[in-house]
């Protein structure tokens, strides 16, 4: 459950973290692509807190970050894929 400040808006970062500690919760909800169970999660620990678009986009923006970090980091572009060099011999 995450506060607000005086507007009743939470403070900056507070929805990742609290669907960071979500997933770390319920890893297998990283891949599920509904989210019903998530948000459901979501107005169970925070009620009166509408679902609006900024926490579907945080709720969507934490769920990338965790799946590319399963993923691993990709390579770079070796050294093979580059153009070979000039020989200086010309075909006939």
């Known amino acids: 459950m995450y506060e607000g400040n005086q507007e009743g808006t939470p ?3 507070s929805l990742s973290i609290y669907f960071r500690q979500v997933f770390e919760e319920n890893p ?3 891949e599920l692509s509904n989210e ?3 948000l459901a999660r979501f107005q169970r620990d925070n009620p009166g807190q509408e679902v609006n678009v900024r ?3 945080a709720l969507a923006n934490v769920k990338a970050l ?3 970090r399963a993923r691993g980091k990709q390579e770079p572009p070796s050294e093979l894929t580059t153009p070979p ?3 200086g011999t ?3």
Do not use: A, I, K, M
């Open 11 to 13: 403070p900056q970062g």
């Open 28 to 30: 297998s909800w990283v």
């Open 36 to 38: 019903d169970e998530v």
């Open 55 to 57: 926490v579907r986009e």
């Open 66 to 68: 965790l799946r590319s």
């Open 85 to 87: 060099e000039s020989t």
């Open 90 to 92: 010309t075909l006939p």
